[in-house]
T-cell receptor, first 109, second 112 residues
Framework: RKEVEQDPGPFNVPEGATVAFNCTYSNSASQSFFWYRQDCRKEPKLLMSVYSSGNEDGRFTAQLNRASQYISLLIRDSKLSDSATYLCVVLSGNTPLVFGKGTRLSVIA | EAQVTQNPRYLITVTGKKLTVTCSQNMNHEYMSWYRQDPGLGLRQIYYSMNVEVTDKGDVPEGYKVSRKEKRNFPLILESPSPNQTSLYFC???????????FGPGTRLTVT
């Protein structure tokens, strides 16, 4: 089983839609979780950290389910500028960050 | 401005011709990494370094070398590049405490 798995998409959604991505991780000892955003041919950038209690940043909500070992990202009221690839990232102990392959989102006018 | 810089940004070379991609960060980060990104395979870590003179292999180290003689620099060396090393390469750094990783703008390498 891969360490971090994501649905590659693409997710094609109309403007204004709500879209959710899930990501599963295999190491139950993982303690830190993040979502990164990568625009086409650009470098990945941190979108938000994921906390056990869940956290919200504007239209974006991240949640963690430790029992089922998955994290989610919810985007409300999608904008054209949200079109990107979203990378799930997991940290386990004093090891390098583990990146998922990413989920591609296209928001269509 | 806090940043990670990579050079060159684009490189076309021939099989077997040694090359170095430089990486530098100005944030005094302990951790630095090199990744390659290929369609359908995502980001794969080549090498990482947790501090000066400390380097470790990542998931795909074959055909690459690195060095960490100074905290700010982490060059990636391809002693004898081959066409299967054609890829988009990213350097990254992070502070041990914050976990946010900063990426360089990428180097697109083509080996013919």
């Amino acid at each position: 089983r891969k360490e971090v798995e994501q649905d590659p998409g693409p997710f094609n959604v109309p403007e204004g839609a709500t879209v959710a991505f899930n990501c599963t991780y295999s190491n139950s000892a993982s303690q830190s979780f993040f979502w990164y955003r990568q625009d086409c041919r650009k470098e990945p950038k941190l979108l938000m950290s994921v906390y056990s209690s869940g956290n919200e940043d504007g239209r974006f909500t991240a949640q963690l389910n430790r029992a089922s070992q998955y994290i989610s990202l919810l985007i409300r009221d999608s904008k054209l500028s949200d079109s990107a690839t979203y990378l799930c990232v997991v940290l386990s102990g004093n090891t390098p960050l583990v990146f998922g392959k990413g989920t591609r989102l296209s928001v269509i006018a | 401005e806090a940043q990670v810089t990579q050079n060159p940004r684009y490189l076309i070379t021939v099989t077997g011709k040694k090359l170095t991609v430089t990486c530098s960060q100005n944030m005094n980060h302990e951790y630095m990494s090199w990744y390659r990104q290929d369609p359908g395979l995502g980001l794969r870590q080549i090498y990482y370094s947790m501090n000066v003179e400390v380097t470790d292999k990542g998931d795909v180290p074959e055909g690459y070398k690195v060095s960490r003689k100074e905290k700010r620099n982490f060059p990636l060396i391809l002693e004898s590049p081959s066409p299967n090393q054609t890829s988009l390469y990213f350097c990254a750094s992070r502070d041990r405490e914050s976990y946010e990783q900063y990426f360089g703008p990428g180097t697109r390498l083509t080996v013919t």
